[in-house]
């Protein structure tokens, strides 16, 4: 027992001695070659700095320029927590969580929908629904069933429109559709122009802006 006890002491004093070696060995090494490695290191840190640049004026531009200081200072400070997270969340590719953020937002501010900063970052929410490629992805489906089906209502669209079903994935959300998701892309589909929304009883009747048009030129 003594004498395996005595091996491993030993094998113990190599693999140390062995591991100082090679620390003097790469501390040589770096000391012999001390302006190749300050380069590399420059070389990182500006890709470090100029990343952070950018993802810095990235910001800025997500951000509206209509959005001064004064109306950041009047904001809610749980619906400039959501503001943050979404803008977040966009510069991460992260749409669909970004949107979430952004309808939270919107909620913490439903008491200040006659303010200017109300406004503002209404406003800033339908820009980012202009760039969300999940909200395009959504209307592309539903502008086709719509002028299949001119005057479908909105609280019925997801029975009868076949493609909802088939959609898949939204981003890397592995889940179905939800009628969230198809209320949202409505909902913006009209005030970004695609249709137009009329009120029918607790629901909306839904048309094409080319169905309206083409109407009109027929008489």
């Not at 840190?45 to 952070?52: D, S």
């Not at 977040?88 to 949107?99: I, M, W």
């Not at 959300?173 to 969230?180: A, G, Q």
Request: aromatic share 10%; charged share 30%.
């Amino acid at each position: 027992m003594r004498v395996r006890g005595k091996k491993r002491f030993q094998l113990l004093g190599y693999a140390f001695i062995a591991i100082v070696a090679v620390i003097i060995a790469v501390f040589d090494f770096i000391k012999e070659n001390s302006i190749i490695f300050i380069g590399i290191a420059v070389i990182i840190i500006g890709i470090i700095i100029f990343l952070f640049i950018r993802k810095s004026k990235k910001r800025a531009e997500l951000l509206d320029s209509e959005i001064s200081p004064e109306i950041i200072n009047k904001l809610p400070t749980e619906a400039l927590h959501h503001l943050n997270n979404a803008i977040n969340k966009e510069l991460a590719g992260d749409f669909l969580g970004a949107r979430m953020h952004y309808t939270q937002c919107m909620e913490c501010m439903r008491d200040l929908k006659e303010t200017d900063e109300y406004k503002v970052i209404d406003k800033q929410y339908e820009e980012f629904v202009s760039r969300d490629p999940v909200f395009h992805k959504l209307a592309e489906g539903l502008i086709k069933g719509i002028k299949q089906n001119p005057g479908i209502l909105q609280s019925e669209i997801t029975k009868r429109l076949d493609p909802l079903e088939t959609w898949g994935q939204i981003q890397y959300y592995n889940r179905k559709i939800s009628k969230d998701d198809v209320y949202y892309a409505l909902y913006f589909m009209d005030r970004l122009g695609y249709i137009t929304r009329t009120k029918k009883g607790r629901s909306y009747e839904l048309y094409s802006k080319e169905a309206e048009i083409s109407e009109g030129d027929s008489e």
